[in-house]
Each structure stands twice: as structure tokens, then as C-alpha cells.
């Protein structure tokens, strides 16, 4: 059960405009997937995150779906993703997602005031994707039962730091000389 914190260690560093940047397949795609890496996440997910009551899972497309998927086919819980499309379906709310390297619209449908929901991401950097889905489904009147990411990169400012939301991880890492160092294999939470 400790294949995330090797496959952080080795995942490969780039830099893209003096930021260093880890490349994951659970943030990222590449390198691969495996399934067992996969399979370890979400048990570990099914262990922290508080799921007796929600009545959906939230993700935000594209990088939460995969890890989201596969929770729901472990728990039968419903999965909702908020799309960068627009479609103008009934109900459909917008949202500003404001990330360390870009700025855009998302989109939520089939979440209704009363809606008890796990919001569920791959990474919490800025916490900019995770404030403006948050933000949203307060609008909506969601119960936001609890909020996990997968990895946490450490060191920079988190725009959920000043809220009332505490967003557990299943590890944190940061980016330090070119490589990944894990701060804590276990996360918060």
C-alpha cells in the first residue's frame, strides 16, 4: 500500500515558465496508469473521506474522473463532473476555476440545493479549482459533506486556507532542487 509515494518520488520534473512541475498519472495521464496504483487511492479514499451520507461524488473533468469513476463503481455512489463545456441545461451554474497557470470557466449540472456531495480532485496546489467549485455549490445550496485530493503540493498559498473547508489528502508532496519530496506520505486529514 505505498505505491503512491513511489510513483510521486518517481515521477518526472518539468519546467514550464521558471514553475517546476511534477508529471503523474493520476494529475497527469502519463506515465501510465496502473491499475493497482489506481486501486490503492481509492481504498485509501474509501478509509479517509466521510461518504456515509453523500449522495454524489463531484469532480471537476478532466483529471478527477478517472480516480472519481472508480470510486463510484466501489461505493455506488453517483458521479457528477463539472465540464469546461457549456451545454445550457436546465440548473446549469457556472464557475470561475483560477489555477497557478490558468483562468476559465467550469460548469455544474444534476447538483440540487439539499444535495449532500464529496468533492473529489486529483491535485490541491492553489486550491483555485477546489475555491470556485466550492464557491458554486454553495450558491447551488449543496451540503458539502467533504472534500479530498489525492496530492497536496505544498509551499505555495492556498485559496481555501482563509475558508472553513479542510481538504484531506492522501499525500504531500512539494517540488524541491528538480525532484519530489514527500512532506507527509499519509496527507492531512
Known amino acids: 500500500m505505498d505505491r503512491l509515494r513511489q510513483s ?21 495521464g502519463v506515465p501510465m496508469l496502473e491499475p493497482e496504483l489506481l486501486r490503492e487511492i481509492v481504498i485509501r479514499i474509501i478509509r479517509k473521506a466521510e461518504l ?11 483529471m478527477g474522473i478517472h480516480i472519481s469513476t472508480a470510486l463510484s463503481l466501489m461505493t455506488d455512489i453517483p458521479l457528477v463532473v463539472i465540464r469546461k463545456r ?6 446549469e ?7 497557478g497557470y490558468s483562468e476559465s470557466e467550469m460548469y455544474v449540472n444534476d447538483v440540487y440545493e439539499g444535495d449532500k456531495v464529496l468533492v ?3 491535485v490541491l496546489s ?3 479549482t477546489l475555491a470556485g467549485i466550492t464557491g458554486a455549490l454553495e450558491e447551488i445550496g449543496a451540503e458539502i459533506v467533504d472534500i479530498v485530493a489525492v496530492i497536496k503540493k505544498v509551499g505555495g498559498e492556498n485559496n481555501l486556507d482563509d475558508t472553513d473547508y479542510d481538504v484531506k489528502t492522501l499525500i504531500n508532496v512539494d517540488v524541491v532542487d528538480g525532484e519530489v519530496v514527500v512532506e507527509d506520505p499519509q496527507g492531512d486529514g
Open 126 to 128: 492553489t486550491g483555485g
Open 86 to 91: 457549456k451545454y445550457g441545461l436546465e440548473g
Open 120 to 122: 473529489l480532485d486529483d
Open 8 to 28: 510521486m518520488l518517481d515521477a518526472p520534473i518539468i519546467e514550464k515558465d521558471g514553475y517546476h512541475y511534477f508529471v503523474h498519472p493520476i494529475s497527469d
Open 52 to 62: 456515509e451520507d453523500v449522495d454524489k461524488i463531484v469532480t471537476p473533468a478532466a
Open 93 to 99: 451554474v457556472s464557475l470561475q476555476q483560477v489555477t
